[in-house]
């Protein structure tokens, strides 16, 4: 849109099939891509200085976000499995989002897992179920969701397992983009200082007085008018 161009998810889903798999990446969670503007400048200019090959068309654009944001799910998904020690063999996808077939497809082949996508209007369903819930038309949550599941259109995607070794290699690609920054860029000068600590979020505290080597922190605390990954070194202050 901002090129003169509103383009819907099947126009650029076709674009992005035509380009070769997996040629760039992204940490969509990087400081960079948080405010708004020109997004695409920015992915060129994140691949650049990542060293990799800088997306150009719309097509390669369109590619490098769907799996990026598919390799992201991955990560989320492992975390959330490391936390509760369980594991999960199908992804729920809900939202806008799961009307790019192609997202839906990429997601299965990158976790290596089931993908159920659907329904599209999940906030406003959910919403409306709640208030029926609230209201005594439907009786509690397992009916609400049952009620969804035969009221709405849910797309399964199965994973490409024969992919599987490329995709495990461009996750351990992404997972190096974290903290690729130098780790003492924009770190405020003042963090020794009282100042400092008195605005710093409690739960960042914490973290602080936990570490006992060094500190890794990697905030995009605008607030305090810095961002990006510092490593502090251990000292009286801590």
């Not at 999960?88 to 089931?114: H, K």
Request: charge should be positive.
């Amino acid at each position: 849109k901002r090129e003169g161009e509103e383009l819907g998810f099947s126009e650029l889903e076709e674009l992005a099939q035509k380009e070769e798999p997996l040629r760039s990446l992204i940490d969509p969670d990087d400081p960079i891509f948080t405010p708004a503007g020109n997004i695409p400048e920015r992915i060129r200019e994140y691949c650049r200085n990542t060293g990799q090959p800088v997306p150009e068309t719309k097509g390669q654009i369109v590619r490098c976000i769907n799996e990026s944001l598919a390799l992201k799910y991955r990560k989320s998904m492992e975390e959330i499995s490391q936390c509760t020690k369980k594991a999960y063999p199908v992804i729920y996808m809900v939202g806008g989002g799961t009307q790019s077939r192609l997202l839906c497809r990429l997601t299965a082949d990158a976790c290596g897992c089931r993908v159920l996508a659907g329904p599209v209007e999940a906030t406003a369903l959910g919403n409306a179920l709640i208030q029926m819930i609230t209201l005594g038309a439907v009786k509690d949550l397992k009916e609400a969701r049952t009620i969804l599941k035969h009221s709405q259109k849910i797309e399964t995607y199965e994973p490409d397992l024969s992919r599987k070794s490329v995709w495990d290699h461009a996750y351990k690609f992404l997972r190096s983009l974290d903290g690729w920054r130098p780790m003492m860029e924009m770190f405020p000068q003042n963090w020794k200082t009282e100042r400092f600590w008195q605005r710093l979020p409690v739960s960042a505290k914490g973290l602080l007085r936990r570490k006992s080597w060094y500190i890794l922190i990697k905030t995009e605390m605008c607030w305090m008018g810095w961002k990006g990954t510092a490593r502090l070194q251990r000292s009286k202050c801590i």
